[in-house]
C-alpha cells in the first residue's frame, strides 16, 4: 500500500534541511543536529534498501507556487501560496509498505523541530481497489 508522508515546516529562510532553519531547530546544538542527520541518513538507507522509498522531493519556496482554480469562464492562475498558514508543505515521501503499521513507524522518524508530519494513504491500493 502506497502513502504519501507530507512535510509541513516553516523555515526562516526557506531551505532545506528545515530543521536547521526553523526557530526550534536553531535552538538545538550542532551536536544534536549531527546526530539527526545520522538518524535521517540511517531511515533513507533502511526504506532504499527494503524498496519501501518510491521517491521524495523537497519543494521550493510556498511564494514560487502557483495555484490554479476553476471557474465556469476558465481557469484562473494566481501566485502562491494559497494556503493563509505558518507552515507550508516542505516537501514529500512516497513510500510503499506492506501495513499501516510499517508506514507510521517510518513517518513518525521524519518529524523535525518546527515542523509537522502528514501520513495520507493513497486513494487506491495496488489492485485498483478504493481503500
Known amino acids: 500500500m502506497k502513502y504519501v508522508i507530507l512535510i509541513y515546516s516553516n523555515p526562516d529562510p526557506w531551505g ?32 532504499s534498501e527494503s524498496g519501501e522509498l518510491v521517491t521524495a522531493e523537497a519543494l521550493a519556496e510556498p511564494a514560487k507556487a502557483t495555484v490554479y482554480a476553476w471557474s465556469p469562464t476558465g481557469h484562473v492562475a494566481s501566485d502562491g501560496p494559497y494556503a493563509e498558514a ?13 501495513t499501516r503499521e510499517r508506514a507510521e513507524q517510518i513517518a513518525a522518524r521524519f518529524a523535525q523541530p518546527g515542523g509537522t508530519v502528514e501520513l495520507r494513504p493513497a486513494m487506491w491500493d495496488d489492485a485498483g481497489n478504493e481503500v
Open 86 to 98: 505558518k507552515e507550508q508543505l516542505a516537501g514529500f515521501f512516497l513510500i510503499d509498505c506492506a
Open 16 to 47: 532545506h534541511p528545515t530543521q536547521k532553519l526553523t526557530a526550534e531547530g536553531r535552538a538545538l546544538p550542532k551536536e544534536r543536529h549531527d546526530e539527526m542527520d545520522r538518524d535521517f541518513d540511517a531511515l533513507l538507507k533502511e526504506i
